[in-house]
């Protein structure tokens, strides 16, 4: 999903397009899931006739500043969201598929700001799109101290905090660290590729207990968090610009890759990229560089709630509906559970 880096350049997208801009009419497409707490219609209404004065970011989320009276629009990409400019290809995720056009409206729109320059008359276009609905559109009258960017904790770019800080925000918890990272009420915007190349310069085992890091482990993790994004926010999140011997480089494809693109360890040798679930999401690392420590049985528990940012979130399972034939089947199947 978009992490922070990816809304970092989306942000810088619409200050480069539409800061100091008309917002002249908002199209619009019904959607009760991503229009959180306000309507398609309503959104619309309280855009339509105001100029974009600013764009700001915080963790994954990012919002718009608008002259006059009104509440602002607060966004979030969810797993696939992403901005899509009039005449160009839409800024994807990682990389871009073949199939992606310039066609307009584009798919799965949400919401397109017509935008006009009042000096020069110049209009242009800027959609929202989201394909699994997992993203949120909503309005707020002080986005930056309204839920959910005041729920969430520390942003690595905007307010890292100091090391001493740092410390006793880590060692208070019993769960892996980078469960820890991807809880958005911990480091805001860090998400799963991100927390990885981190855990990896920092030579952290993702599935570390974070009670069990040493003092040095957690100046390097500290370190690392605000390398990681400062260097990827400073080439627009473009990939192919991060250093060669990023993880970032050689996660994808769980190994299915030529011996050309291979990670090398500091030697020289070829580095082992291993896999591993943690805090539900797929953790790569590197075997010789990230060796977990050893963990005690006290620290087997993790303290750290069920993760809220909407990486998590899908929609709910339908429930099995029982036909008559299936309760027949399960009549059946109790009978001869009393018959064995």
């Known amino acids: 999903m978009p992490e922070l880096p990816e809304v970092e350049r989306a942000v810088k997208q619409i200050k480069r397009l539409g800061q100091g801009r008309i917002i002249e009419r908002v199209e619009t497409t019904e959607d009760s899931i991503v229009f959180s707490e306000t309507t398609h219609t309503a959104f619309a209404e309280e855009l339509t006739g105001r100029r974009i004065t600013d764009v700001k970011r915080y963790g994954k989320s990012f919002y718009l500043e608008l002259d006059g009276e009104g509440r602002l629009p607060v966004l979030h990409f969810g797993m696939t969201g992403m901005l899509q400019i009039k005449g160009q290809i839409a800024s994807y995720y990682k990389e871009t598929p073949k199939s992606a056009s310039t066609q307009w409206p584009p798919r799965f729109m949400k919401f397109i700001l017509h935008l006009r320059d009042e000096s020069t008359q110049e209009t242009a276009e800027i959609a929202f799109l989201d394909a699994r609905r997992l993203g949120r559109i909503r309005l707020r009258d002080s986005p930056a101290t309204e839920a959910p960017i005041s729920e969430l904790g520390f942003d690595p770019i905007l307010c890292m905090p100091s090391l001493d800080e740092f410390k006793p925000l880590v060692l208070k918890r019993s769960c892996p660290i980078k469960a820890l990272l991807l809880d958005q009420s911990f480091s805001a915007g860090v998400g799963n590729w991100v927390a990885d190349e981190i855990l990896y310069h920092a030579h952290v085992h993702p599935e570390q207990r974070c009670n069990t890091l040493t003092p040095g482990q957690i100046e390097d993790l500290h370190r690392c968090t605000r390398f990681v994004c400062e260097t990827a926010v400073s080439v627009d999140a473009d990939d192919t610009k991060f250093p060669d011997d990023w993880l970032f480089k050689h996660r994808w494809g769980k190994g299915k890759k030529t011996s050309t693109d291979l990670l090398k360890l500091p030697s020289g040798e070829p580095a082992?990229?291993?896999?591993?679930?943690?805090?539900?999401?797929?953790?790569?690392?590197?075997?010789?560089?990230q060796v977990k420590q050893h963990i005690t049985k006290a620290d087997s528990q993790s303290d750290l709630p069920t993760l809220t940012d909407s990486e998590t979130e899908a929609p709910p399972k339908k429930k099995r509906k029982v036909t008559q034939k299936s309760k027949g089947t399960q009549s059946n199947r109790k009978q001869k559970a009393k018959v064995d």
Request: positive net charge; aromatic residues 12%.
């Open 272 to 289: 082992t990229i291993k896999w591993v679930t943690v805090g539900g999401r797929t953790s790569a690392y590197v075997a010789e560089l």
